[in-house]
């Protein structure tokens, strides 16, 4: 799966609608590809929260799911996004944090 932002005036907006520095190219696009690499499309699964800003309702509209199977959804997904992300040399931490 393919995550899409923008980022006008070096600003990117998550899901908190704050205004937050945007990082370097370089490692954007390493959270890109290791979030790609994520399996049962749990990257898009991450995408619709935290770069589409999607509530748990509306992706579970998306997915047929109940709130709260996406909620499990999304907590198994940021574990793994976790170990992949520091597989690729990146502070997940900081990164998790951030969205």
Do not use: W
Not at 14 to 36: I, M, N, Y
Request: with cysteine.
């Amino acid at each position: 799966p393919q995550i899409r932002a923008t980022f006008p005036r070096g600003e990117c907006r998550l899901h908190t609608g704050k205004p937050s520095r945007r990082p370097p190219l370089k490692v954007l696009e390493r959270v890109q590809r290791a979030v790609g690499a994520l399996p049962n499309d749990y990257g898009s699964l991450l995408a619709m929260r935290y770069v589409e800003g999607m509530s748990l309702a509306e992706i579970g509209e998306v997915l047929d799911r109940s709130p709260s199977a996406v909620k499990a959804l999304l907590y198994r997904a940021r574990l793994l996004a976790r170990k992949v992300l520091r597989r690729a040399g990146l502070d997940p931490e900081r990164i998790l944090d951030e969205m």
